[in-house]
């Protein structure tokens, strides 16, 4: 019992801003819902793999160098506005509201800002798989894999609340990109990645 608690409270704190991010995307009607769920799920076990990887090794990953995956989540926001100042505001809305033709790509991008945005969860993952054996490590992956579809159902709750897809609707394609090079800019900073770049 006490290993499920400790899964559920290291996964809470490590992925709280997690929960807001994916209510971005769920709110993006570019992105289909198991498109999400999927992008999610690869991002967390990939975070959850590389820090189980880095336990048993006994390596320990610059946190600069895990920060430079900030430089994701800019490229996508830079992207998305350049989009936005090449088309009209109408086509812009029309474009958002139609699926995306490549499933894999809108997949990665969310797989991507999850890696980018977990360099927290390394740095708390890393010890906490170290200490445990075999069977603690299997269990709270275990937990790691509920509460990753349980953060889905809240952050699809939250994106689909009237206030906040009202807002998601009206404003969203050009909060979403920013949001992303902010966060993409506070990863960096967080992370101390700037000084790898200067």
Aim: aromatic content about 12%; some cysteine.
């Amino acid at each position: 019992m006490d290993l499920i608690l400790t899964g559920i409270l290291t996964f809470a704190s490590t992925n709280i801003d997690d929960l807001f991010i994916l209510s971005m995307w769920f709110g993006n009607k570019r992105y289909m819902p198991l498109e999400i769920i999927v992008g999610q799920y690869l991002g967390i076990l990939a975070l959850t793999g590389l820090s189980l990887a880095l336990s048993l090794v006994g390596l320990w990953m610059d946190p600069a160098y895990l920060g430079l995956l900030g430089l994701f989540p800019i490229y996508l926001g830079l992207k998305s506005l350049w989009r936005l100042f090449r088309k009209k505001e109408q086509e812009v809305k029309i474009d958002f509201a139609e699926p995306m033709q490549n499933n894999m790509g809108n997949v990665l991008a969310v797989a991507g800002v999850t890696i980018a945005n977990g360099g927290d969860n390394t740095g708390v993952y890393v010890p906490l798989f170290a200490a445990m054996g075999w069977e603690g490590k299997g269990m709270t992956v275990g937990v790691f894999i509920i509460m990753t579809f349980l953060w889905c159902l809240a952050a699809k709750y939250l994106a689909g609340h009237p206030i906040i897809s009202k807002a998601a609707d009206k404003y969203g394609h050009i909060l979403a990109p920013l949001i992303l090079i902010v966060l993409g800019l506070y990863i960096l900073a967080e992370s101390g990645a700037f000084g790898i770049l200067n």
